[in-house]
């Protein structure tokens, strides 16, 4: 795992957010604002590679500097890459970057975690194995998420206000459309995310 910036607190229970970040939206800051009722830190974490679409858009280094922007005020974020994408993967890596004590919980949307928890991990105990090392938590986007019962002890609810219905699909859609976007990204991104997506 590689470290853009790093808090400086030493945390108990870690809060952790994989996603593409193209671009970063108010949905991502409002996730993780809202993660750190339940935890110490957040990372928000860029994979190089992911498990389940190419890369495309802004490249990495810009999707790092707009995370850069987007988190510089609060000292209890930080940001990191991870070599693989999967949860488990990304784990194990938080895990030998802090400690193995540490408490993880990743932090998703509704159909996040319908993906993660559905996935085809290649044998049908995986993800009953990969819920031992992490919990989720769960923010409603386009309803609320119900966890399978075998897994209600280790996937929660996370309560979110004010970015229901906000993705970086939509942020690209309207600057492809030209329809008002600024709002759906946090106001220092907004100028970067101009010269990054708007088509020439």
């Known amino acids: 795992m590689e470290f853009f910036h790093r808090s400086a607190k030493q945390p108990e229970r870690l809060g952790v957010l994989p996603g593409t970040f193209n671009p970063i939206t108010v949905a991502h800051l409002a996730l993780a604002h809202a993660a750190l009722r339940h935890v110490d830190e957040v990372v928000f974490v860029l994979p190089r590679v992911f498990p ?3 890369y495309s858009g802004a490249s990495f280094a810009e999707r790092v500097e707009m995370l850069r ?3 510089a005020e609060n000292a209890a974020f930080s940001i990191a ?5 999967l949860f488990v993967d990304i784990a194990r890596q938080c895990r030998a970057a802090y400690r193995d004590a540490v408490r993880l919980s990743f932090l998703c949307g509704r159909d996040a975690a319908e993906r993660i928890v559905g996935w085809d991990y290649g044998r049908p105990s995986a ?3 990969m819920i ?3 919990d989720l938590l769960v923010a409603s986007r386009d309803g609320a998420y119900a ?3 075998e897994f209600a002890s280790a996937i929660r609810s996370l309560d979110l206000e004010g970015a229901e219905g906000v ?3 939509e942020v690209r859609d309207r600057i492809a459309r030209g329809e008002p976007w600024e709002h759906l990204v946090p106001a220092g991104v907004v100028e970067r995310a101009r010269r990054v ?3 020439l």
Request: hydrophobic share 30%.
């Open 52 to 54: 389940h679409k190419p």
């Open 69 to 71: 922007i987007a988190t």
């Open 81 to 85: 890459a991870a070599d693989g994408g």
């Open 127 to 129: 993800f009953a194995e």
């Open 132 to 134: 031992r090392e992490f």
């Open 147 to 149: 966890a399978p019962d």
């Open 167 to 169: 993705s970086s699909t």
């Open 197 to 199: 997506y708007t088509p």
